[in-house]
């Protein structure tokens, strides 16, 4: 069966740090990934997706950056991070279905605080 | 443009009593619909999914859903919540060979004893 997995689980750091956010989907070959990013009492925002290695879609234009080194791993970054860049961000991942759609399954997240 | 709208941001329940969580999509041609959970601090579930066939779907934890096309909707039904059924629920859909998601606001269930 598949799984997700991100790490870390929680993380603060302060504004103008780096950051580096991690998932790993287990269990399939060249999933879709997703990162969501979702604030405090709010829906979800889809930041970026990835078809394949080093293929990626931003949605939003912002200082956050993903990367697709391996085919199950996706990175989120920034090399300096901002007080609304606050959030839980969430890792997603889905089967490449022929002629359609494959359902969109979520990792456990990452919490993040900017002080 | 294409969207999901869940009308009501909080709902609250009596345990043991009936639930509908209510969903409208504005597609120009029926999507794929889902509903997610997501309890406090943790990912999203996925409930359930309609793609074709039966209108009426059946989900995990005694959840079901009922697509109407001339209602455009995918409202979410359970005939008797529990406490553990508090938390935050999600439309979504997706478009024929699109990529992406697009979800609802959510809806925040709470359950009182």
């Known amino acids: 069966s598949q799984t997700i997995h991100q790490w870390p689980a929680t993380l603060v750091q302060p504004v103008g740090s780096p950051l580096s956010l991690e998932c790993t989907v287990e269990?399939?070959?060249?999933?879709?990934l997703y990162w969501y990013r979702q604030a405090a009492g709010r829906g979800l925002q889809l930041l970026f997706y990835?078809?394949?290695?080093?293929?990626i879609s931003s949605e939003v234009p912002q200082n956050l950056s993903a990367s697709r080194p391996q085919d199950r791993q996706f990175i989120l970054s920034s090399k300096k991070l901002l007080l609304s860049d606050s959030g839980f961000y969430l890792c997603?991942?889905?089967?490449?279905?022929?002629?359609?759609?494959?359902?969109?399954?979520f990792g456990p997240g990452t919490r993040l605080l900017v002080l | 443009a294409q969207s999901v709208t869940q009308p009501d941001i909080h709902i609250t329940v009596s345990e043991g009593a009936s639930l509908e969580l209510r969903c409208n999509y504005s597609y120009g041609a029926t999507p794929y619909l889902f509903w997610y959970v997501q309890s406090p601090g943790q990912g999203l579930q996925l409930l359930l999914k309609?793609?074709?066939?039966?209108?009426l779907v059946q989900g995990i934890k005694g959840f079901e859903a009922e697509f109407k096309r001339s209602q455009s909707s995918f409202n979410l039904r359970k005939p008797s919540v529990h406490w553990s059924d508090a938390a935050e629920y999600f439309c979504?859909?997706?478009?024929?060979?699109?990529?992406?998601?697009?979800f609802g606001q959510g809806t925040r269930l709470t359950i009182n004893p």
């Open positions: 979504a859909a997706h478009g024929w060979g699109a990529q992406k998601l697009v």
């Open positions: 990835s078809v394949g290695i080093g293929q």
């Open positions: 997603a991942w889905s089967e490449v279905a022929s002629g359609g759609y494959g359902t969109q399954y």
């Open positions: 269990g399939t070959s060249n999933p879709n």
């Open positions: 309609y793609f074709s066939g039966d209108t």
